[in-house]
């Protein structure tokens, strides 16, 4: 596609509440830039700069086929770029298939970056939640959350990040991310994650969880596999 703009190198969705598909193997956003063009409102995540491939304002995305790669953001989100920052709501990310390979990031979030930062209305929480079902995250960079960065305010957003099986049988595979610093594969500001099922191999970071770094909240493990992580620091495959 080799486009470029302010967010959204490829595809710009900024209405809000909307619900995205991606089911289609021929699908591929490839090659596309979302970078800063001047500085006002640049805060790097959610802000200009943010969605190489895909830009999007809250509300669903359903990926089951097709192809993100090859993207670049000056801000956040190689691949894939949802906030919630003018107007609060929930984002929701279901992965069954597809893949988000060797996209790059400056900021956070090489592979996907979710920024939930909305506070003006205190009175409703905001919800993210990342459902890795399958699919591959493969060759992501950035400088937190090498494959996944997730970053909610604690006032009033809640956010969990779930890698693992479903009805369909299958597993994601999430592999060869870099951050440099925290979360090679995932990094969460705040909330849970849990894994059921799926192959977390070769990720890496500067400092601390070569392939999973939660900075407040949980970490559940029933199934799946971690194996050759590398964190210089701190927590190998893991960081709590």
């Not at 969705?13 to 598909?21: L, M, N, S, V, Y």
């Not at 993100?68 to 279901?94: E, H, L, Q």
């Not at 970490?219 to 590398?230: A, K, L, P, R």
Request: charged letters at 15%; hydrophobic letters at 30%.
């Amino acid at each position: 596609m080799n486009n470029s703009a302010n967010h959204g190198g490829g595809i710009s969705q900024e209405a809000g509440d909307c619900q995205i598909e991606l089911s289609n193997e021929n699908i591929l956003i490839s090659g596309n830039i979302a970078r800063t063009v001047d500085t006002e409102d640049d805060t790097g995540t959610g802000g200009k700069g943010s969605g190489g491939g895909l830009f999007i304002e809250k509300g669903v995305l359903n990926f089951s086929a097709g192809t993100i790669a090859n993207n670049t953001a000056t801000g956040s989100g190689g691949g894939i770029s949802m906030c919630i920052k003018r107007i609060g709501g929930d984002i929701i990310v279901n992965m069954t298939g597809g893949n988000i390979v060797n996209n790059t990031a400056n900021l956070t979030g090489g592979g996907i970056d979710i920024f939930a930062d909305y506070k003006d209305d205190t009175s409703s929480t905001n919800h993210v939640s990342v459902y890795l079902y399958g699919g591959l995250v493969d060759l992501n960079k950035s400088n937190n959350g090498g494959g996944v960065q997730v970053w909610v305010n604690e006032t009033n957003s809640e956010s969990l990040v779930y890698i693992g099986e479903s009805e369909l049988n299958i597993e994601p595979v999430i592999t060869n991310n870099y951050s440099g610093t925290n979360g090679g594969a995932i990094s969460i500001s705040s909330g849970d994650i849990f894994v059921t099922k799926g192959l977390l191999h070769n990720n890496s970071a500067e400092n601390n969880g070569g392939s999973i770094y939660i900075n407040g909240g949980n970490f559940v493990m029933i199934n799946g596999s971690f194996d050759n992580n590398v964190a210089e620091v701190s927590g190998g495959a893991v960081y709590v």
